[in-house]
């Protein structure tokens, strides 16, 4: 059995692609998911698997009606990823974690342009921490972050990804 983690993109916000957490349970497991546990309403899902889950977007446009993104992480992966931030030792709700479907083509001058003085960023792999000790609601480049990185991604900050980690040692 191996360990994944889920993060949802888009859902729960405005109103828009509701995604109850109990019923995103129930449907995990359902479909042959084991100890599905979640984290907050912004689509944090934590569970076991025999073989690497495809297809959860599927699961959810035909129970919910609408297909959100959905990239899903090993434990393996996700505890790398964690392990290689540069700023684990800072506030956790500063540093956030962008997790990309696809390994980033980074304009470099775009970043430098979007970033604050306070802010700090790095890439390794598939992710692009960033430090934004100002807050990421009012980061130019968190905003712009897509952009800058020509791949879709999704944030997690580090308290979450930290919670994350500990849930993967219960299930």
Do not use: W
């Not at 959100?68 to 392990?83: A, G, L, Q, T, Y």
Request: with cysteine; glycine share 8%.
């Amino acid at each position: 059995m191996g360990i994944f983690i889920a993060l949802f993109r888009g859902i729960n916000v405005g109103g828009r692609n509701i995604l109850p957490m109990k019923e995103l349970t129930l449907l995990l497991e359902e479909s042959s998911y084991s100890k599905v546990k979640t984290y907050i309403q912004s689509g944090n899902v934590v569970f076991e698997s025999n073989k690497p889950p495809k297809n959860v977007d599927l699961l959810i446009e035909s129970q919910f009606g609408f297909k959100p993104e959905v990239m899903i992480i090993s434990k393996k992966d996700f505890s790398r990823f964690v392990r290689d931030n540069p700023y684990s030792s800072l506030v956790g709700k500063e540093i956030h974690l962008f997790f990309c479907n696809d390994a980033p083509k980074p304009d470099i001058d775009r970043i430098e342009k979007l970033k604050s003085k306070s802010e700090k960023y790095s890439i390794k792999g598939k992710v692009f921490y960033l430090h934004a000790p100002d807050g990421i609601g009012r980061s130019k480049l968190a905003a712009g972050v897509e952009k800058c990185l020509g791949v879709a991604a999704t944030a997690r900050n580090l308290n979450t990804v930290n919670k994350l980690i500990e849930m993967t040692e219960i299930v």
